[in-house]
Nanobody, 123 residues
């Protein structure tokens, strides 16, 4: 499974940005696709996840109501729409594939990771 993330950039506080993650390879073997992020000086944290077959969603409390994760089956792509961004959202964002039914938020259960894409929110 290969993941290609894109869409990062610089945005002003209150603005919006969309990230995309193209999934290729043996995608039938994965349970979910998730976004994680790592802010400067902080540990990696879960952002959002969507199951690959059932479309179930999960969000971190810090982004709930502002971020939307979606899946485009035809393009094998998972998107993350981020609205009302603030400085605390500044981070390198990673998409990951794999997951576990009971541990959607745990990064260690994701076997495949894409290269990160930087999101910078200016205040």
């Amino acid at each position: 499974v290969q993941l290609q993330a894109s869409g990062g950039g610089l945005v002003q506080a209150g603005g919006s940005l969309s990230l995309s993650c193209v999934v290729s390879g043996r995608s039938f073997s994965i349970y979910a696709v998730a976004w994680f992020r790592r802010a400067p000086g902080k540990e990696r944290e879960f952002v959002a996840a969507i199951t690959w077959s059932g479309g179930s969603l999960d969000y971190a409390d810090s982004v709930k109501g502002r971020f939307t994760i979606s899946r485009d089956n035809a393009k094998s792509t998972v998107n993350l729409r981020m609205n009302n961004l603030n400085a605390e959202d500044t981070a390198v964002y990673y998409c990951a594939a794999g997951g576990s039914r009971f541990y959607l938020r745990a990064g260690k259960y994701y076997a495949y990771w894409g290269r990160g894409t930087l999101v910078t929110v200016s205040s």
